[in-house]
């Protein structure tokens, strides 16, 4: 039996890649380190943002584990243009996921980009892996492995969020259980 983490990360200052923690977020990192002290991580990869790395910073260096970073695990692009009405269009996009919006990506191919490395991740030897990402390409891995709206998943995030895949043998056999409190 292997588990992975799928994590989201702690609050943060903005949405950019390098915005950092806020003091709220740091002290959920320590909360997340102490919630993981006994769950035996043996391999972490992270998005590359500032935000996904400092979420997982203190757990990492209590397991003195090394953090891996994937841009597989950035956060989705909706749009390159500033748009009022963007939770309208996000909300949209997850009904089409086809749909693209000047400057983003698809919720099909961020979701094509997630589950590729979550399936190369369950093909790793290590037993209990932690996954730490961004809500919007969470929402969409945890929609293509639960079969809910994307967008109703995406709308009960926390930051941050934890979500269990108990993995069997392959990619078909994986139960999916929110663990965070």
Not at 15 to 34: C, D, M, V, Y
Not at 110 to 121: D, H, K, V, Y
Not at 166 to 181: D, G, L, P, T
Request: charged share 30%.
């Amino acid at each position: 039996m292997k588990t992975i983490y799928l994590i989201r990360h702690c609050k943060a200052s903005g949405q950019e890649p390098q915005a950092p923690l806020t003091e709220e977020g740091i002290k959920q990192a320590e909360e997340l380190a102490s919630f993981f002290h006994d769950k035996k991580i043996d391999y972490i990869v992270s998005s590359p943002y500032d935000r996904a790395v400092m979420t997982v910073h203190k757990l990492a260096g209590k397991l003195n584990v090394t953090i891996h970073t994937d841009e597989r695990l950035r956060e989705r692009v909706l749009t390159s243009e500033i748009i009022h009405n963007w939770m309208d269009k996000l909300a949209e996009s997850f009904e089409d996921p086809d749909m693209k919006l000047v400057g983003g990506e698809s919720a099909r191919e961020a979701m094509a980009r997630g589950i590729t490395l979550i399936e190369e991740i369950i093909m790793r030897p290590e037993k209990n892996i932690a996954v730490i990402t961004h809500g919007n390409l969470m929402a969409l891995i945890l929609a293509y492995y639960t079969n809910e709206p994307g967008y109703e998943v995406w709308r009960r995030l926390t930051n941050p969020d934890v979500y269990a895949f108990a993995v069997e043998n392959s990619a078909e056999n994986i139960m999916v259980k929110r663990i965070w409190k």
